[in-house]
């Protein structure tokens, strides 16, 4: 069964350390998303791309984090310098369907804790 | 601004019989919701949907009811079983494709 593949599951950084998140979006999906999650709160969207191009990054904290999409395959989130109030659940999910009505595919997650 | 709530954190309920999980929302662009279910150490896997056009929307033994009148959703469990203990989310999208907007979630726990 095709799904989306994130890396590391686990990643445990200093603060004012640099982190990088992998993900692999299901064969075919155009649209790809990075979530965070935090602990007892709902996801919340970074980024969207639609095939290589950003189109919505409103709530990305800039200074500190980025993403590409280069190939319009696979993406790159990054943080640098983390910071403590980064620790969470970075979620990365892709659909067939540009925007969002269309059923959202979800990765295992990458769980970032900063110390 | 937390545009889609979900009041309850916590609902526990005995095996077979109906769970019920809330959401309201307040923006009223909002025309297009979903269930999410998430277990420990998973991603969100999705559940079930409905557009603004519908009052409800079945699913085997879940059902998703919109009363857009009061901003409100509900997904029903019937019969419930010890597998669908996990958290459930309500999430809502515009018709711009704007961004899907998710609650806080609602662990379930259902006893054997």
């Known amino acids: 069964e095709a799904e989306v593949a994130q890396s590391p599951r686990y990643k445990i950084t200093e603060k004012s350390q640099a982190v990088a998140f992998w993900c692999d979006p299901i064969?075919?999906?155009?649209?790809l998303y990075w979530y965070r999650q935090i602990l007892g709160q709902g996801p919340e969207l970074l980024v969207q791309f639609q095939d290589e191009s950003v189109v919505d990054d409103s709530q990305l904290p800039k200074d500190r984090f980025s993403a590409e999409r280069l190939k319009g395959v696979d993406s790159t989130l990054k943080i640098q310098p983390a910071e403590l109030g980064d620790s969470a659940m970075y979620l990365c999910?892709?659909?067939?369907?540009?925007?969002?009505?269309?059923?959202?595919?979800f990765g295992e997650g990458s769980r970032l804790t900063v110390l | 601004d937390q545009q889609v709530k979900q009041n309850s954190p916590s609902l526990s309920v005995q095996e077979g019989r109906i769970s019920i999980l809330n959401c309201d929302y307040t923006n009223s662009m909002f025309d297009y919701f979903l269930w999410y279910k998430k277990y420990p150490a998973e991603g969100p896997t999705f559940l079930i949907s409905?557009?603004?056009?519908?009052d409800k929307n079945e699913d085997g033994r879940f059902t998703v009811f919109l009363n857009k009148s009061a901003k409100h959703l509900s997904l029903h469990i019937v019969p419930s079983q010890p597998g669908d203990s996990a958290v459930y989310f309500c999430?809502?999208?515009?018709?711009?494709?704007?961004?899907?907007?998710f609650g806080e979630g609602t662990q379930l726990t259902v006893n054997p």
């Open positions: 409905i557009s603004s056009i519908k």
């Open positions: 999910a892709s659909s067939f369907l540009a925007g969002d009505t269309g059923e959202l595919f």
């Open positions: 064969s075919g999906h155009a649209t």
């Open positions: 999430a809502a999208s515009g018709t711009s494709g704007s961004r899907l907007t």
